[in-house]
């Protein structure tokens, strides 16, 4: 086992970490927006290939 645990209260919650008090490995959570940043870097490159 690698120590991992998650306490469900605070993942149900979103709290961060949701890893229970004293536990081996703190495990977070990072929230993302991934087609927030797939759609800047499409926005970037056709920027910078129209202006070439």
Request: no cysteine; net charge negative.
């Amino acid at each position: 086992m690698l120590g991992i645990a998650v306490d469900p209260v605070r993942n149900e919650r979103g709290e961060s970490p949701i890893s229970p008090d004293g536990a081996v490995v703190k495990v977070a959570v990072i929230p993302t927006d991934e087609e927030f940043e797939i759609a800047r870097q499409t926005l970037e490159i056709v920027s910078r290939t129209n202006s070439e």
